[in-house]
């Protein structure tokens, strides 16, 4: 039925699904309970490509498409989301960013080890007091008498891989008056002084990705590793998100299709009133509508997932595509988790079965990169030309 995808997709599958339930599976639980960032497995999916899917193979990545990369995502995320956000973050929000925007020089840098998950990379914009409102950022990257590098202060908050980043795309203020035409990129190493990451976020769910907030105190970032031009740094945010909701889209329709799975099985073994619940009508249209807007949220990812390789060659953007995945999957998720639950019964709320993780894990992806209300204020202005 989907002609595009190709012998060569469905190995890089079959891959992501082998290593997801061989090395995934068995500590997954164990790493949602403890909290601890699982960096021998995340190491792993390095070694197997996993980490820059889309990125050419001279910049240490696979060089798939983004069908390749939704696809591979989706299996990691239907067996732990936690490692679908590490995935998500490094190949969309911080590969994707450095391969369109970075310099020859930036991109031999920092992507190849990026790409190849030798390093581990995170992605910067939200602060305390400044998260849908992206454009009104307090921190400050001030540009030295010599012209030879940047002294940044603030704080971030929120920032995915934090705790473990080697490399993070940072945006901040260069020119505050300007309001979003004043934000400029940077890439910043995590090793050098001035910069110190916070403490852990106790989250919800996907517990075993690491999120902190960071702060940046005098921290000297050399001109050199400014991402694109001065106050280009808004658009190249909102474009890398663009990238990065395919991608949270692919993850929440891994939770759903874990859910549904989950509870199809249960639904054929529990029995109730002398018969397999799964016999009762209201558990099969339960199971129905699941499956029905699991599979709608599969074919808006497959829409955005190709509109954004061709947007490779044309370079249009793909907001409205990315968003409805986003918005469609993440709620899809929320919504089956929560049927998962209710079908599982008492079992569906016990932290023996994994049912209640993936509740848990699905309720982000409705908030980060972008919430659903977000989502439909993209989606709207795209279809209206309005503001
Ligand atoms: N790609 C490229 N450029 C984009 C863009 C995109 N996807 N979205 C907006 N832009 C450009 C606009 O074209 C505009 O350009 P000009 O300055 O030339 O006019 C500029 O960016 C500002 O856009 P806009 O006026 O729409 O900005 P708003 O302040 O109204 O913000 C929203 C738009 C709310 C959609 C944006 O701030 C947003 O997505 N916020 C959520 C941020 C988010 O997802 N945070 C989570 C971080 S990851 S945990």
Redesign the pocket.
């Known amino acids: 039925m989907f002609d595009f995808i190709t012998e060569e997709h469905r190995m890089i599958q079959q891959a992501a699904r082998e290593f997801a339930q061989k090395s995934i599976a068995p500590i997954a639980a164990e790493h949602d309970e403890s909290g601890e960032f699982p960096l021998e497995t995340v190491r792993q999916m390095g070694q197997l490509g996993f980490m820059g899917i889309e990125v050419p193979e001279e910049y240490g990545g696979v060089g798939m498409d983004t069908i390749a990369y939704v696809l591979a995502l989706e299996e990691i995320s239907r067996v732990d989301a936690s490692h679908g956000t590490i995935m998500s973050v490094n190949n969309s ?1 911080v590969c994707h960013g450095l391969l369109k925007y970075g310099t020859e020089v930036q991109r031999q840098k920092y992507l190849v080890p990026v790409a190849s998950g030798e390093k581990i990379g995170a ?1 910067s ?2 602060e305390p007091m400044s ?5 009104t950022m307090r921190s400050r990257a001030v540009l030295s008498d010599d012209g030879s590098h940047y002294v940044i202060n603030g704080r971030k908050s ?1 920032v ?1 891989s934090a705790p473990v980043a080697d490399i993070i795309i940072l945006f901040t203020m260069t020119a505050p008056e300007k309001a ?2 004043g934000v400029t990129a940077f890439i910043i190493e995590t090793d050098q002084p001035g910069f110190e990451r916070g403490k852990t976020e106790p989250k919800l769910g996907i517990r075993a990705s690491a999120t902190s907030e960071i702060t940046f105190d005098n921290f000297r970032c050399p001109v050199e590793n400014r991402l694109g031009a001065e106050g280009d740094g ?2 190249i ?3 890398v ?2 990238a ?1 909701r395919i991608g949270i889209a692919a993850q929440a329709l891994g939770i759903a299709e874990a859910a549904l799975e989950a509870s199809i099985s249960y639904s054929k073994e529990r029995e109730a009133f002398g018969q397999k619940i799964g016999e009762f009508q209201m558990i099969q249209q339960k199971l129905a509508d699941m499956k029905t807007r699991v599979e709608a949220s599969r074919l808006l990812i497959y829409q955005a997932a190709l509109a954004k390789t061709k947007a490779r060659e044309s370079g249009e ?1 793909y ?1 409205l595509e990315a968003s409805m995945a986003k918005l469609f999957a993440s709620e899809t998720a929320m919504w089956v988790t929560t049927q998962a639950i209710q079908i599982h019964g008492g079992m569906g709320y016990s932290k023996e079965l994994p049912v209640e993780r993936y509740f848990r894990d699905a309720k982000i992806t409705e908030i ?4 659903s209300e ?1 989502q439909r ?2 989606i709207a ?1 795209a279809l209206t030309g309005l ?1």
Do not use: P
Not at 131 to 135: I, W
Not at 368 to 371: I, P, R, W
């Open positions: 929000l992605y914009l939200t998260g849908s409102d992206a454009g929120w995915t979003h035409r808004f658009k945010a909102m474009a998100l663009d990065g953007r907001s980060y990169e972008g919430t977000i204020l993209v202005r503001r």
